[in-house]
């Protein structure tokens, strides 16, 4: 089984290349963030015509939104409020091999301390509240997923420069410290870092301020899936699709998936 995540930026600008990777790419499941669109308004018929007939939505007008399509069917779906907004950053689905949570953590805005930036301490709180969530709703030998934008890139070498960028949100010590916590819930294993090493560059965002993203190469990975122990030996691949930046009207993030075999 093929999962996947994205985001996309607008699923309704987006339509045309998020259909395309379908194609191209045949994940079974994938997982969007920053879907923009309210629920009402989504685009389920060329999805769905495209053999992803199970989709899950939580949507909102102009910001946030999770969704997951599958071609597999959905045994359950939970929609999350989480740190008491009801902002749409949380959905979750059950399969018969495991259950798959999508999440959209908040970015955190420009300055990373919670006393004079409201959103920074949202974002630290959010992981915080997943961190329980996982613990208290799961043992460490259930098969679990959580896939999204995180809007942390925890590792040396998931930003372009790691000296540079330590008081920079996403990467600030205070970050990575939360998402630790968060990682040591359910003894989750990184997915992409299983099969990159620690010591190589692996990016999923780059900037739409920088003009040439490739020559430049200032990115992050902020995107990620990770996977609890009993899923560990079934990965057998993964897919950064790099050349997605530069599609037409392309997102700033690029579609990361895992291949398991269940």
């Not at 969704?67 to 929609?79: G, L, Q, R």
């Not at 961190?131 to 999204?148: A, L, M």
């Not at 990682?183 to 040439?212: G, M, Q, T």
């Amino acid at each position: 089984m093929k999962v996947a995540t994205w985001n996309i930026n607008s699923v309704r600008l987006r339509a045309p290349i998020v259909l395309a990777y379908m194609k191209s790419h045949a994940p079974d499941v994938l997982c969007l963030q920053e879907t923009k669109c309210p629920d009402e308004l989504f685009p389920f018929d060329p999805f769905k015509e495209a053999g992803y007939e199970h989709i899950h939505i939580s949507g909102m007008k102009s910001y946030n939104g999770v969704c997951i399509f599958s071609k597999v069917p959905f045994e359950k779906t939970d929609v999350y409020s989480r740190v008491g907004k009801d902002d749409c950053r949380h959905i979750g689905v059950s399969f018969k091999d495991f259950d798959l949570h999508n999440l959209y953590i908040p970015a955190g805005g420009d300055e990373p301390d919670r006393d004079v930036n409201e959103k920074f301490g949202h974002k630290l709180d959010f992981v915080d509240e997943m961190t329980e969530f996982f613990g208290k709703t799961y043992t460490k030998d259930k098969p679990v997923i959580t896939v999204g934008d995180f809007n942390i890139a925890p590792r040396e070498h998931d930003v372009w420069s790691s000296k540079q960028l330590q008081k920079v949100v996403s990467h600030t010590p205070i970050e990575l410290e939360h998402l630790a916590k968060m990682y040591a819930s359910l003894d989750w294993i990184d997915a992409v870092r299983h099969f990159v090493p620690d010591d190589e560059k692996c990016y999923s965002w780059w900037s739409y301020r920088n003009r040439d993203w490739k020559k430049s190469n200032r990115g992050r990975r902020l995107d990620h899936i990770w996977v609890t122990s009993p899923l560990k030996d079934k990965l057998r691949s993964h897919n950064i699709l790099n050349e997605a930046r530069d599609w037409e009207k392309p997102s700033d993030h690029v579609p990361v998936m895992i291949d398991l075999d269940l």
